[in-house]
């Protein structure tokens, strides 16, 4: 059974920066694309970012690009979002998903494995 562990929310006010980790078990976790998606209050989860099994292949929603790193240390089995220059509208629960293949996808359905949600608030 796939589990997905994250860590690193919390309260941070407009400007700064959190790291987001979620830990990975239960596959070989270098062969699946991961993303990480956040639903705000009142609003359907959105798509973040993504990142291929290798690492090689990023993807960004087009609000955060510029501002949001992923990345992955496939040793540990984990995968990071660095968030720099945060803003109110980034307040929401995000949440990692593990994909069902290699793709590196914006569409949520693509994933098969989520984790439980890390909450993060940004005041202004």
């Known amino acids: 059974q796939v589990q997905l562990i994250e860590s690193g929310g919390g309260l941070v006010q407009a400007g700064g920066s959190l790291r987001l980790s979620c830990a990975a078990s239960?596959?070989?976790?270098?062969?699946?694309?991961m993303g990480w998606f956040r639903q705000a209050p009142g609003k359907e989860r959105a798509f973040v970012a993504a990142?291929?099994?290798?690492?090689?292949?990023?993807s960004y929603a087009d609000s955060v690009k510029g501002r949001f790193t992923i990345s992955r240390d496939n040793a540990k089995n984990t995968v990071y979002l660095q968030m720099d220059s945060l803003k109110p509208e980034d307040t929401a629960v995000y949440y990692c998903?593990?994909?069902?293949?290699?793709?590196?996808?914006?569409?949520?359905?693509?994933?098969?494995?989520w984790g439980q949600g890390t909450q993060v608030v940004v005041s202004s």
């Open positions: 998903a593990s994909a069902r293949g290699r793709a590196v996808l914006t569409t949520g359905r693509y994933y098969d494995y």
């Open positions: 239960g596959r070989t976790f270098s062969d699946y694309a």
């Open positions: 990142i291929s099994g290798s690492g090689g292949i990023t």
